[in-house]
């Protein structure tokens, strides 16, 4: 896909809590063609590789792998967050081993956990079931779309849809390779991967189709207001991709270094977990 003429460099420090930077000289300078612009809402610090993002729409939940991604060692934890970047329960729920991507339905959150996934009880922040998934390599991002869950694995190339109950291969595809985001869009699904930093959608289990490419190590996906896309890639890039697959870098905090993991969609922010250093930042997006 052809790149749009663009960079864009991020000045961004951590904070010691969540504070409202609209103000602060800390920013991110942009270029005058782009369509979108982000300024930066809040940052909230204290986390220990975090990693995934999922709201229920009155709180934020936080995954901490705490470690190596793919060390089963029990020290994973998850953390809540208010809307406006508080912490609200620092360990909410652990005891896990290196959790990553989460999504919300019906009162349970969905945590992959590297082989296995959590259903978690919100009201009672009890894990109610823990499914092992077979061959599984590295599970990776959760998402919610047309009512069922989906969970992508990255180490084998496949997509899960999964429940309470139990979990079954939804996609296999060599294309998959590194698969990471996964994200609703109506009757599609967005899928990301990191081999050839691609977009892709689907709408059926059978189908792939690439939107965009050239995003090494893409991580999360958000649908933006205007149609189109903007996507992290965890080494420490933000991407903003129109709906003719055209892609342009918005952000690069690649030196800081500022990692851009599972970036999600929460209301009217863009919420990014910061494995290193440790934070959280949330995003408004203005449209011109």
């Known amino acids: 896909m052809r790149p749009l003429a663009l960079m864009i460099i991020l000045a961004v420090t951590a904070c010691s809590q969540a504070v409202d930077d609209s103000n602060s000289s800390n920013r991110v300078i942009f270029a005058d063609d782009l369509p979108i612009q982000i300024e930066q809402a809040w940052v909230a610090s204290g986390f220990s590789e975090p990693e995934g993002v999922a709201s229920d729409g009155s709180v934020i939940y936080i995954s901490n792998v705490a470690g190596s991604a793919s060390d089963k060692d029990g020290e994973g934890w998850i953390s809540r967050l208010s809307m406006q970047g508080d912490v609200l329960d620092e360990k909410w729920v652990d005891g896990l081993n290196a959790p990553k991507g989460m999504a919300v339905r019906d009162g349970k959150l969905f945590v992959s956990d590297h082989d296995a996934y959590h259903v978690i009880d919100i009201t009672s922040a ?31 190339a496949r997509i899960f849809q999964i429940d309470e109950n139990g979990y079954k291969e939804w996609l296999a595809d060599d294309r998959l390779e590194r698969v990471n985001g996964l994200t609703a869009d109506g009757d599609r699904l967005l ?25 090494a190590n893409a ?19 933000l991407w903003y991709v129109n709906e003719a697959g055209e892609t342009a870098e918005i952000l690069n905090s690649i030196e800081a270094p500022i990692n851009q993991n599972d970036l999600t969609r929460v ?22």
């Open 126 to 156: 009890e894990i109610e079931h823990t499914y092992p998934v077979e061959g599984a390599g590295f599970l990776n991002d959760v998402t919610v779309w047309q009512n069922g869950v989906y969970m992508s694995d990255s180490g084998s």
């Open 191 to 215: 899928i990301a991967t990191m081999e050839t930093g691609s977009l892709y959608e689907s709408s059926g289990a059978q189908e792939l189709t690439e939107l965009a490419s050239g995003m």
């Open 219 to 237: 991580d999360g996906i958000g649908v933006l207001d205007n149609g189109a896309y903007i996507v992290s890639s965890w080494p420490g890039q």
């Open 267 to 288: 209301g009217e922010l863009i919420v990014v977990p910061n494995w290193d250093p440790g934070t959280v930042t949330a995003w408004r997006v203005s449209y011109d």
